[in-house]
């Protein structure tokens, strides 16, 4: 039996942002209006709802998923920190935007909509992840 899917090779951006505990709470338990409420986060969903390739599926455009977190970081002395105290353990709460964006889109304009979510991001060291992968598809009718 042939194969019934496609690998499309792709990028996924991850979007590590810092929300209140309230907010996340809220998250949890199924209030969507949340995500609109924390101006970091809502700053972050804009971009990614903008005029670029990020989360472009073709038939669909601002495609993320969102997942909680809590993050685990001690500032240093030299740091300056949104959150925290130097030299204590911190922990914060967190959304992660998962973005998926075609493998082929032009450099320039994912480079300005990275840019964008960097000027947009509250921390001092944001965590964004690119990486390569693949995503699965289904096979063309027929086949």
Same mark, same amino acid.
């Given at each position: 039996?042939?194969?019934?899917? %496609? ?5 996924? /951006?991850?979007?590590?942002?810092? &929300?209140?505990?309230?907010?996340? *709470?809220?998250?949890?338990? @199924?209030?969507?209006?949340? /995500?609109?409420? =924390?101006?970091?986060? $809502? ?6 709802? @903008? =005029?670029?390739?990020? @989360? ?5 455009? @601002? ?12 500032? !240093?002395?030299?740091?300056?920190? !949104?959150?925290?105290?130097? %030299?204590?353990? *911190?922990?914060?709460?967190? &959304?992660?935007? !998962? &973005?998926?964006?075609?493998? %082929? $889109?032009?450099?320039?304009?994912? =480079? $300005? $909509?990275? %840019? ?16 390569? !992968? ?10």
């Amino acid at each position: 039996m042939a194969r019934q899917y %496609d690998l499309r090779p792709a990028r996924a /951006l991850r979007i590590h942002c810092p &929300v209140p505990e309230p907010v996340l *709470a809220r998250l949890l338990a @199924g209030d969507r209006h949340a /995500l609109e409420d =924390d101006p970091a986060l $809502a700053a972050m969903l804009a971009i990614v709802r @903008g =005029d670029n390739p990020l @989360g472009d599926f073709s038939l669909y455009r @601002g495609v993320m998923e969102i997942s909680p977190g809590w993050e685990l970081f001690t500032p !240093t002395a030299t740091a300056r920190p !949104t959150a925290g105290t130097a %030299d204590e353990n *911190a922990v914060s709460s967190t &959304v992660i935007l !998962t &973005v998926h964006l075609p493998h %082929d $889109a032009p450099q320039d304009r994912i =480079d $300005a $909509a990275i %840019d964008a979510i960097l000027r947009a991001h509250p921390w001092e060291v944001p965590v964004i992840e690119l990486t390569e !992968t693949r995503l699965v598809t289904r096979a063309p009718e027929g086949r």
